[in-house]
């Protein structure tokens, strides 16, 4: 497809279940995001993934949320043991180069998956 | 560290009416400063973004916005809206001591009445 996607669009968990969250960037685009947002607010920045490198994750909550880009395309955002305050929508977003460089290149959002923890 | 506040959460307006919708940031250096919007069932998308150059930007959809440093600001303005801009608009800075993050003002939700 010519855009992000991410699947699955909607997924409820049980708090203490580990969950899968899925993106498919453009393709080529070497820069992808994650994004948490919140009900009401805007995204909140998780982590950054130049191709296959992981840059900065310093905007992950707490050690149970793990994000992996292996072979530089597809990205995976993984939340181990549910709470309820991960409630929220999970966005990703790709960008054609090199973000770190200038920072000025579009974003491309998928239209991302929102997670109800019980 | 960078914030960034829009201080319109809601906004309603009658079609043909004029709009600004505020954008403040903290950060004093230099800056790139975008607006994102979400459409109704629709992606975020950007709708425009300045980095360097004239201060007044011009974006999709007849918007424009206006980067004045001394204020701090990057307003977003439509001189006669339509019912087609309903939406959530988003104002997004870097962070300042990241290249990586952004810096997101909580939105604005735009109703145009018919």
């Known amino acids: 497809g010519a855009g992000v996607s991410q699947s699955p669009r909607y997924k409820v968990a049980k708090r203490g279940q580990d969950v899968a969250l899925r993106c498919d960037p453009i393709?080529?685009?070497?820069?992808l995001f994650w994004y948490q947002q919140a009900l009401g607010q805007g995204p909140e920045f998780l982590t950054y993934?130049?191709?296959?490198?992981?840059?900065?994750k310093s905007g992950l909550p707490s050690d149970r949320f793990f994000a992996e880009r292996p072979e530089g395309s597809v990205s995976t955002l993984k939340i181990q043991r549910t709470q309820q305050e991960d409630s929220a929508v999970y966005l990703c977003?790709?960008?054609?180069?090199?973000?770190?460089?200038?920072?000025?290149?579009?974003?491309?959002f998928g239209p991302g998956t929102r997670l109800t923890v019980l | 560290a960078q914030s960034v506040s829009q201080h319109n959460h809601h906004v309603i307006l009658s079609e043909a009416a004029s709009l600004e919708l505020g954008c403040n940031y903290s950060?004093?250096?230099?800056?790139?400063l975008f607006w994102y919007v979400q459409y109704p069932g629709q992606h975020l998308q950007l709708l425009l973004k300045?980095?360097?150059?004239d201060p007044l930007v011009k974006g999709i959809k007849g918007f424009e916005a206006e980067f004045i440093k001394s204020k701090f600001s990057f307003n977003l303005r439509k001189p006669s809206v339509q019912w087609s801009d309903t939406a959530e608009y988003f104002c997004?800075?870097?962070?300042?001591?990241?290249?990586?993050?952004?810096?997101w003002g909580a939105g604005t939700k735009l109703i145009i009445k018919p």
């Open positions: 950060y004093g250096g230099t800056v790139n």
């Open positions: 300045y980095f360097s150059g």
């Open positions: 997004a800075v870097p962070r300042g001591d990241s290249n990586y993050q952004l810096i």
């Open positions: 993934f130049q191709n296959e490198a992981q840059l900065d």
């Open positions: 393709s080529g685009h070497v820069s």
């Open positions: 977003a790709s960008s054609p180069g090199d973000w770190s460089l200038s920072g000025t290149d579009t974003q491309y």
